[in-house]
T-cell receptor, first 115, second 117 residues
Framework: AQKVTQAQTEISVVEKEDVTLDCVYE???????LFWYKQPPSGELVFLIR??????QNEISGRYSWNFQKSTSSFNFTITASQVVDSAVYFCALTLNNAGNMLTFGGGTRLMVKP | GAVVSQHPSWVICKSGTSVKIECRSLDFQATTMFWYRQFPKQSLMLMATSNEGSKATYEQGVEKDKFLINHASLTLSTLTVTSAHPEDSSFYICSARPYSRGNQPQHFGDGTRLSIL
């Protein structure tokens, strides 16, 4: 069975600070996909990134960056120069191979960015 | 981009009422759709996997007679909460995976807030 752990339930930062959201996963499969989703107060899930298990290259997209480390089974998410609009709940998730399997979500991290 | 529409977005109804939630993939076909449930300040928990043309696969602990799923076409899955009670109040989210080759990520609907009085 798969498991995704987001140890930080809530994080509060002041605007312009950098913040890293941790994600640790467990799976026995060698092929899997990792995701990050943002859930603002309105409730919809916004897809941020997908990374497959064979691609450990880190990715940067604007103020967002992701650090995938298979050695530690971690897929951490960093927001640089945080903004109030970044306030949301962020979920890390995992799915296996390409069979349309369901996503296993972490517990989520509530990020509050204060002005 | 791929869009998943969920309707209604908010439902308030009396205890004992049955409520139907629709999940539509607007610009792609989806042989598989997923239904998740999210309690306040909690994570998303998979309820069932909806397969077009066949019975849904329910996760352990989810009552199939309580949560009826129908996936009659490649673009529509419905979740019916039968005889809803206050404990069924929750945020229900569907997702759909495009039916095509390649590693398409799941696309989520905007969710349905169900409040049972």
């Amino acid at each position: 069975a798969q498991k995704v752990t987001q140890a930080q339930t809530e994080i509060s930062v002041v605007e312009k600070e950098d913040v890293t959201l941790d994600c640790v996963y467990e799976t026995r499969d060698t092929t899997y996909y990792l995701f990050w989703y943002k859930q603002p107060p309105s409730g919809e899930l916004v897809f941020l990134i997908r990374r497959n298990s064979f691609d450990e290259q880190n990715e940067i997209s604007g103020r967002y960056s992701w650090n995938f480390q298979k050695s530690t089974s971690s897929f951490n998410f960093t927001i640089t120069a945080s903004q109030v609009v970044d306030s949301a709940v962020y979920f890390c998730a995992l799915t296996l191979n390409n069979a349309g399997n369901m996503l296993t979500f972490g517990g989520g991290t509530r990020l509050m960015v204060k002005p | 981009g791929a869009v998943v529409s969920q309707h209604p977005s908010w439902v308030i109804c009396k205890s004992g009422t049955s409520v139907k939630i629709e999940c539509r993939s607007l610009d792609f076909q989806a042989t598989t759709m997923f239904w998740y449930r999210q309690f306040p300040k909690q994570s998303l928990m998979l309820m069932a996997t909806s397969n077009e043309g066949s019975k849904a696969t329910y996760e352990q602990g989810v009552e199939k007679d309580k949560f009826l799923i129908n996936h009659a076409s490649l673009t529509l899955s419905t979740l019916t909460v039968t005889s809803a009670h206050p404990e069924d109040s929750s945020f229900y989210i569907c997702s759909a995976r495009p039916y095509s080759r390649g590693n398409q990520p799941q696309h989520f609907g905007d969710g349905t807030r169900l409040s049972i009085l």
